[in-house]
């Protein structure tokens, strides 16, 4: 376990708090039950942006309070634990990251105090298909007198009907698969050519399909440098892929104290269920998994903030070590609770359907064991 420092206990137990009493699992119910058109509660996003939440890692130049990946881990291993549903990942985190870390002085002037604010939502377009595959990009950006022409289609865009501007990857050179030829690029949500179209995922969050058709840019809204933006379109992927393990965390950490009082007040032939020496072994084996994913998130996290050399392979290895680890306790919460965890009445369904949706977020188990070998040389 990362040592923090007060300031970052301070503020882990203020988003304990916030979130258990202002967003429990309770709240969510309500989200998904009215049909929320952005899959979240605008008003609760506005509190969490006065808390300061999506600031954590904007430079104080431009209203963030610079604090670092981990302690905004923290914030997302609590909401986490709620299933608390907001654009703090994907706006907060994996937005800002791509212009913070590509953006001119102008760009980063221009969006992130609104991030900061919680004014706007910047969220990544960067898929176009049914899986994760970064480096496959179709859409293509053309270049004119004025700047560039986008065209194409971006799918399973999270938060893509809140989003007021996308940072969007295109190619401008190269093979539909090659990395060299992927430019980024900031496209607003309001300019003229871009439809988006809901979708309805398994986990009830909000994303979108993005659709460019022949959208002007103009130069200024190229993010980083032209053809080479795989580089910064990692980085930003990787400190994505790290938020979401801590998010993915929280949730695996909650169904699993659920589950542990369940088997400690559960009656069955004239004594608790825990007393049972199986459930007693699964139990532990989820004790031992969730010790060692913290250890990885945290790590990744911790890499991140110090600008280490091996954040890729530390990013790969907690995402897959989150991904697995929370795939079993989301189905052991389910089995161990029997015919109630089966019921839509019971939480468990709830923590397992977006164990599914946050697996395939940003790569898989596979798409991460297969890169993190590929980064050691196999």
């Known amino acids: 376990m990362a040592v923090l420092t007060e300031e970052q206990s301070m503020l882990r137990d203020a988003a304990r708090t916030w979130t258990r009493e202002k967003s429990p699992v309770s709240a ?132 893509g009907m809140a989003a007021s501007v996308f940072v969007v990857s295109a190619r401008t050179d190269g093979a539909v698969d090659g990395k060299f030829g992927i430019s980024l690029f900031l496209v607003p949500a309001d300019a003229k050519g871009v439809s988006r179209k809901a979708l309805k995922l398994a986990d009830s969050r909000g994303a979108a399909i993005v659709t460019f058709d022949n959208v002007a840019l103009g130069a200024d809204a190229l993010l980083g440098p032209q053809n080479e933006g795989w580089d910064l379109l990692e980085q930003t992927l990787d400190r994505a892929r790290a938020g979401l393990s801590a998010e993915m965390l929280g949730s695996a950490v909650q169904a699993f104290e659920t589950t542990l009082d369940y088997l400690k007040t559960r009656v069955q032939f004239g004594q608790v269920i825990g007393a ?45 070590k989150m991904g697995d680890t929370l795939h079993l306790v989301s189905n052991e919460m389910v089995q161990m609770h029997g015919g109630i965890g089966m019921t839509d009445a019971h939480d468990a369904g709830l923590y397992l359907k977006r164990a599914r949706a946050a697996e395939a977020t940003y790569g898989g188990q596979s798409f991460h064991r297969d890169r993190f070998a590929r980064l050691q040389g196999y």
């Open 28 to 159: 969510f119910r309500k989200v998904r039950d009215s049909g929320a058109p952005l899959g979240y509660d605008p008003a609760a996003f506005a509190e969490m942006a006065e808390m300061g939440w999506t600031g954590v890692i904007i430079p104080e130049e431009y209203g963030g309070s610079d604090f670092g990946y981990l302690s905004l881990g923290l914030i997302l291993e609590e909401t986490g634990r709620t299933l608390t549903a907001s654009p703090i990942l994907s706006s907060a985190l994996a937005g800002a990251s791509a212009i913070i870390l590509g953006g001119t002085d102008a760009q980063k002037e221009a969006w992130l105090p609104k991030i900061a604010a919680g004014e706007v939502v910047a969220t990544l377009a960067i898929d176009e298909g049914a899986h994760h595959r970064p480096n496959h990009v179709a859409v293509s950006a053309s270049a004119t007198d004025a700047g560039y022409t986008l065209s194409g289609t971006k799918t399973f865009v999270l938060d």
């Open 276 to 320: 049972f020496q199986a459930l007693q072994h699964r139990a532990a084996k989820m004790f031992t998994d969730l010790e060692l994913a913290r250890s990885c998130v945290e790590s990744a996290l911790t890499a991140i903030d110090n600008n280490a050399p091996d954040v890729k392979e530390l990013v790969s290895l907690a995402k897959a």
